[in-house]
């Protein structure tokens, strides 16, 4: 109701329209028993009179007006009301925590958005064209047997009709349950479509394409055997359909033909009599299609509002201000973190980056380095202690601001399957031509850009899979710097690229470091030796801070763990 409020007086106008639509196509029926009633048959030629053939006439042409009619003023209302909808569930799966998103498969989500922003089309339409004015037949109908028959046609339309109904929604809930099954089965279907064509390249490394098609195949069979269920059933409903609706015109002709004999009756009384109960028939024969219809869109509805229904995780706090600021320091601050309670991921994890310097974390897989990118971008909060930026505690500054002063080259660069332009665009999406192009020559891949055929509109592919490591590796660098953030991370940047590509990378990072706050999470050491400080993180507790030379001359685990790569280094070699 929320999303149709704004369009009250174009529904008001639709219900009118939809009145005078229904109120023509009973008049149709009407005009045709006193077109039969007045025809002269003693005339050579049959015998109508002028005015009955024009009311006919108009009556049938505005039944179809006001119809078209609604339908144009409607239109808008149900477009904006499904776009409406689905942006909103849209904007909300971005505000819900990485959690989430780690835990859902995106195929099952986009699937449960693209039906529930179809669901709420047809709802609207199968409510507005088909329920609404289906009702307002049966009582128009109804009103005029009782006003011009006796009780006996009301009690014969109305029995037909409550026997029809009752049997198309028992009918409905049992062959509802196949569709159910069908849906869930697609859903399954789609997301692991999508989750294996996403990782096309691994299936090719592992030569699983017949794996993937059959466990692909198994979700398609449930989908078959629902389906043919539901088509078997259907052929039981609308036996059971035309049987009902055959007996109530059987038995209104019946009367009719009673009251005719009698003389109680006219000709035209029982072409009227059927007409009404075919009109009635007509949408009736619908009855079983809207009914399953519109409860295949509130299933999809639903599906598509529990998304919305998914609490977020992190909250801006009321008070939550909006930090702006051109040199940034961070502190972190007894911090303790765990995705799952019974496995903490940082405990009591303490340091401090002033402003303008670089802080290296290095240490094993698994000893919580990423989770520090992630905490710092308030992917997620911390169970315990404080993260501060320039002595704020990021809890307090809206959401968009704080990520707004942080930029990130990742390892794992994905890029939009668009442009080149476009990825480094999206740093900064109001940034000007110009500055994409100085923001390429600083990351020293303008040149490589403009001698591509396409040049800057070259598309990059599938998370950017048209372009090598390096290649995806400076354009997430020339992001960042379009981006022009007081805070720069690096996680693990270097570490899936050779060692001649690492280098030059490598200079460019340390380059575009200076003057920021920079958090550099390394685990090739010979990536850390110039940063300001280094920490080494194990089991997320902090071991040793210090330089390079510090800490080598401690004999620590630092030093340990540079001896080891320098070891494998000079083995390699």
Not at 2 to 27: N, Q, T
Not at 47 to 71: H, K, M
Not at 386 to 399: K, L, V
Request: net charge neutral; hydrophobic share 45%.
């Amino acid at each position: 109701m929320p999303y149709l409020w704004e369009f009250r007086w174009r529904i008001a106008l639709v219900l009118v329209l939809l009145a005078l639509a229904k109120g023509a196509s009973v008049g149709v029926p009407l005009i045709f028993k006193q077109m039969i009633d007045a025809l002269d048959v003693s005339e050579p030629l049959l015998q109508v009179p002028i005015a009955l053939l024009l009311a006919y006439g108009i009556t049938r042409l505005s039944s179809a007006l006001f119809q078209e009619l609604r339908q144009i003023v409607f239109a808008r209302v149900m477009a904006r009301a499904s776009r409406l909808v689905t942006l909103k569930v849209f904007q909300h799966l971005h505000r819900l925590s990485l959690r989430f998103h780690l835990q859902r498969r995106t195929g099952g989500v986009s699937r449960d958005l693209e039906r529930g922003s179809s669901a709420v089309v047809d709802l609207l339409d199968w409510t507005i064209y088909t329920i609404l004015p289906t009702l307002l037949e049966i009582l128009l109908v109804c009103t005029i047997l009782i006003y011009k028959y006796d009780w006996t046609f009301t009690a014969i339309t109305l029995g037909t009709i409550a026997g029809y109904v009752m049997y198309t929604f028992r009918m409905t809930e049992w062959r509802l349950n196949f569709y159910r099954a069908a849906n869930e089965a697609d859903t399954q279907a789609q997301a692991r479509a999508v989750d294996s064509l996403i990782n096309y390249e691994t299936v090719k490394y592992f030569s699983n394409e017949a794996h993937e098609a059959e466990h692909y195949n198994r979700n398609l069979e449930k989908v078959e055997e629902a389906q043919v269920k539901s088509l078997k059933s259907l052929a039981a409903l609308n036996v059971g359909q035309n049987a009902i609706i055959s007996l109530g015109v059987s038995l209104l002709i019946w009367r009719a033909a009673e009251g005719l004999v009698a003389g109680e009756m006219s000709l035209g009384d029982l072409v009227l009599v059927n007409s009404f109960l075919m009109m009635l028939a007509q949408p009736l024969n619908f009855l079983g299609v809207v009914y399953r219809e519109t409860k295949q869109a509130l299933t999809n509805i639903e599906r598509m509002f529990a998304l919305l229904d998914q609490e977020q995780e992190v909250l801006d706090r009321p008070s939550a201000t909006a930090l702006k600021t051109s040199a940034a320091s961070i502190e972190f601050s007894n911090v303790a973190f765990s995705y799952q309670p019974e496995r903490a991921i940082l405990r009591a994890v303490n340091f401090t980056i002033p402003a303008g310097s670089t802080l290296a974390v290095v240490g094993h897989s698994g000893s919580g380095k990423s989770t520090l990118a992630r905490l710092l971008y308030r992917f997620y909060d911390i169970q315990a202690g404080a993260i501060r930026i320039n002595g704020q505690d990021i809890r307090d500054i809206q959401q968009d601001a704080l990520r707004a002063l942080i930029g990130i080259v990742p390892q794992d660069t994905v890029l939009f399957n668009d442009s080149i332009y476009y990825n480094i665009l999206y740093g900064r999406p109001s940034a000007t031509r110009e500055e994409v192009f100085e923001a390429a020559r600083a990351a020293q891949i303008h040149d490589f850009i403009e001698s591509l055929p396409d040049g800057y509109e070259a598309h990059v592919g599938e998370r950017g899979l048209k372009l090598s490591g390096g290649e995806k590796q400076r354009v997430a660098i020339a992001r960042a710097i379009l981006k022009n953030p007081p805070i720069l991370i690096f996680d693990e940047a270097t570490s899936a690229l050779d060692s001649k590509t690492e280098q030059a990378i490598q200079r460019e990072l340390e380059r575009i470091a200076l003057g920021r706050t920079t958090l550099m999470i390394a685990h090739r050491l010979s990536t850390v030796m110039n940063a300001d400080q280094i920490l080494v993180l194990d089991q997320g507790e902090v071991l040793e801070v210090g330089t390079h030379t510090q800490l080598m001359e401690a004999g620590g685990s630092y030093a340990s763990m540079w001896a080891r790569q320098e070891s494998v280094t000079l083995g390699l070699s």
